[in-house]
């Protein structure tokens, strides 16, 4: 079975600070992402990663940045965390599907971070 | 805006009773599609996919969807739920043109009372 984990499930910070959410991936998979998820919004791409040290900005990535140094291992960085980024952050990674192309399979999720800012 | 809308956000559903989650997205040209589901607690985890082929797709649980191209809809069903289907369905849409990034709608609770 695939495992995705994340390196919290509860993180409380206050206004300001710098946050870092870690999430590592098993199965060797190519490309990873992170998603906030809000109730009513759904699940929103920040992020994602189709290679080591390669990243590609999603639909809100203000307020974000990311690392990925190694294949198994993508970061999100907070720089300095407000309030309005209190949400559920998810992990997921995944394969390419070999006959479509630059297409995404399946992602599997890692258990999610609740982040709430103070 | 291209978009993904499911259009029950909340539903509430008694036991045996049949299922139907509406999926509408607004991409034109080649889509990967998916239900995606999360139980209270859980991982958010694949219910169904569809790349090509039969438009009529099984997936686990006893759940299924159709893919209707003229419609852009991939409604999932099931014929009776139980107690036990009570979750957050999710569908979303990986648009070829679009590359790696995949569309999430909005999330469909569902409640089954025993």
């Known amino acids: 079975d695939v495992k995705v984990t994340q390196s919290s499930r509860y993180l409380v910070k206050r206004t300001g600070e710098k946050v870092f959410l870690e999430c590592v991936q098993d199965?060797?998979?190519?490309?990873m992402f992170w998603y906030r998820q809000d109730p009513g919004l759904g699940l929103r791409l920040i992020y994602f990663s189709y290679d080591v040290k390669m990243k590609e900005k999603g639909d809100i990535p203000e307020g974000y940045s990311v690392s990925r140094e190694k294949k198994e291992r993508f970061s999100l960085i907070l720089e300095s965390a407000s309030t309005n980024q209190t949400s559920m952050y998810l992990c997921a990674s995944t394969e390419i599907p070999g006959l479509a192309g630059l297409t995404t399979d399946t992602q599997y999720f890692g258990p999610g971070t609740r982040l709430t800012v103070l | 805006a291209q978009s993904v809308s499911q259009h029950n956000h909340h539903v509430i559903l008694s036991e045996a009773a049949s299922l139907e989650l509406g999926c509408n997205y607004s991409?034109?040209?080649?889509?990967?599609l998916f239900w995606y589901v999360q139980y209270p607690g859980q991982h958010l985890q694949l219910l169904l996919k569809?790349?090509?082929?039969?438009?009529l797709v099984k997936g686990i649980k006893g759940f299924e969807a159709e893919f209707i191209k003229s419609k852009f809809s991939f409604n999932l069903r099931k014929p009776s739920v139980q107690w036990s289907d009570t979750a957050e369905y999710f569908c979303?849409?990986?648009?070829?043109?679009?590359?790696?990034?995949?569309?999430f709608g909005a999330g469909t609770r569902l409640f089954v009372k025993a």
């Open positions: 991409y034109g040209g080649t889509v990967n």
């Open positions: 199965m060797d998979h190519e490309n």
């Open positions: 569809y790349f090509s082929g039969d438009p």
């Open positions: 979303a849409v990986n648009p070829h043109a679009g590359g790696f990034k995949t569309i």
